[in-house]
């Protein structure tokens, strides 16, 4: 995986581009990120090359994943050493969860299309634990925030349109990129309400394109 790869196409049936979760959330205001910028800058720090740098470790992690679960070598000859180093942090910590939860993986990093709402998103894991079908989002950032709830109530919708069955967990995995074995799982329910924000985000971000 290219730590530079091009976002994913969304498409319906029809051929039309339909934009991705990420994308639609992009509409709501994140004020905690102003702030982590501002706090860069009072200490004469490019907060550009320190978002950009997670992004990568970002990747680099997610990617490292898919491997480990398709039991397959990750090819690391993009990345620097220091990103490696930060990335092995999350991974000590994602195989820590991982003996504690044996899983059997339904669908890794899979692609699909809600049809009914017009979007589209790409799943970290779907996988089976413990006689559940669960949902599992992977994130390295220094915090689980309300727009990841939002996130995953999307990626809820997608399954059940593409299986016809909603997960029977939803499960956002935070690993830490600075400590090692470390981790926080936070359980979510009453998915629906956070899916109604999406959908609302949804509307908004169709809105703005028409009056651009």
């Known amino acids: 995986m290219s730590k530079t790869k091009a976002h994913t196409q969304y498409k319906l049936k029809s051929g039309a581009l339909v934009p991705g979760v990420t994308t639609v959330l ?3 205001d994140k004020p905690f990120l102003v702030q982590w910028a501002y706090n860069c800058g009072c200490k004469g720090i490019d907060y550009r090359k320190v978002r950009d740098t997670a992004a990568g470790v970002g990747t680099l992690v997610h990617y490292s ?11 690391l000859s993009e990345y620097s050493q220091a990103d490696i180093d930060k990335a092995n942090n999350c991974l000590k910590s994602y195989y820590a ?4 939860n044996p899983i059997k993986p339904i669908m890794t990093e899979v692609a699909l299309i809600s049809e009914k709402y017009g979007y589209g998103g790409t799943l970290d894991l779907f996988a089976r634990s413990k006689d559940s079908n669960i949902l599992y989002d992977f994130k ?7 727009s990841y709830l939002y996130q995953v109530a999307a990626y809820g919708q997608l399954i059940l349109e593409n299986t016809g069955k909603l997960p029977d967990m939803f499960t956002i995995l935070r690993f830490n990129k600075d400590n090692n074995n470390d981790f926080e799982i936070r359980y979510i329910t009453n998915m629906d309400k956070y899916f109604e924000v999406f959908r609302h985000c949804l509307c908004i971000y169709q809105l703005q394109k028409e009056i651009k």
């Open 97 to 100: 969860w991982k003996q504690q």
């Open 140 to 146: 390295t950032s220094s915090g689980i925030y309300v």
């Open 26 to 28: 992009s509409v709501l």
């Open 65 to 75: 994943i898919l491997c480990d679960l398709k039991n397959e070598n990750p090819d």
